[in-house]
């Protein structure tokens, strides 16, 4: 492979290494928006995030095709070290970069997700208390709206 296109994919690489840490960022504020149960602030990153992820594939497919990579074709650290060892240094430190991150992302991931769970818990246990008294309430009045319950104030009403 030529030097302008190794060049061309640390380019790529490296705006790749930006994205992926911005992405961390927005995990990051939104396991804090979970935490807080800010929703306004939560609906504002869930796009970002996605735009992020675009951008994140679309780079990559780039990388994949200006670098012929796919199938048993040699890394882009293999193939820099037949022509630049300065830049397969670089490859190689991108790499360890976007492995890091990548794990960093995973385990904010894993907590949103679970934060999220506890918050729907919460909210189905509050729907059902909501809904378990409405019913206890409504059940105590007839079709007509009349009072079924008949209560022990007939003492009080014998003294009236």
Avoid: W
């Amino acid at each position: 492979m030529d030097k302008e296109t190794l060049l061309q994919l640390s380019e790529l690489t490296q705006e790749a290494v930006h994205h992926y840490k911005t992405l961390k960022e927005l995990y990051i504020q939104k396991k804090t928006c979970l935490m807080a149960q800010d929703v306004e602030k939560l609906q504002d990153i869930d796009p970002v995030i996605l735009q992020e992820l675009n951008r994140i594939k679309g780079l990559t497919t780039e990388i994949q095709t200006l670098g012929n990579l796919g199938g048993e074709a040699q890394t882009l650290t293999e193939q820099a070290k037949e022509t630049d060892s300065e830049l397969a240094k670089k490859f190689e430190g991108y790499k360890e970069e976007l492995t890091e991150l990548s794990k960093e992302i995973g385990q904010l991931e894993k907590i949103n997700h679970e934060l999220l769970k506890q918050g729907m818990n919460i909210t189905l246990k509050m729907i059902n208390h909501i809904m378990g008294s409405n019913y206890t309430t409504t059940e105590e009045y007839d079709s007509k709206g009349k009072t079924k319950i008949v209560s022990d104030v007939s003492s009080i009403e014998k003294s009236i």
